[in-house]
């Protein structure tokens, strides 16, 4: 072997043992405390949790309720469009020119 190669050899190891593996095994050691740390401290009380999931669908139910008033008032306005004779109906009023967009 020529000596540049034992050279880049020696420098290899070298950046491993005192670069790479102190890096590696702090990533690890970083991994291993987050999994053992516990997760109760960062939960949230089972109470609250309740109350707030009561809230979330306590609005949800009211949030149906409101979309289901909209979709009948349409409901409502599209049979009423749809039983007026088409001589009320000014001839403009239906269609809309899309030239231009």
Request: charged share 25%; net charge neutral; hydrophobic share 45%.
């Amino acid at each position: 072997m020529d000596p540049i190669s034992d050279n880049t050899v020696g420098v290899i190891a070298i950046v491993s043992i005192f670069v790479v593996f102190p890096i590696a095994f702090a990533f690890a050691r970083y991994i291993w405390k987050r999994t053992v740390e516990s997760p109760t401290a960062k939960s949230v009380p089972n109470d609250d949790l309740a109350r707030r999931m009561a809230e979330l669908q306590q609005s949800m139910d009211t949030m149906a309720v409101e979309i289901e008033r909209i979709a009948e008032g349409q409901r409502f306005v599209t049979k009423l469009m749809s039983e007026r004779p088409a001589a009320e109906i000014p001839a403009g009023a239906g269609a809309r020119s899309t030239k231009g967009r």
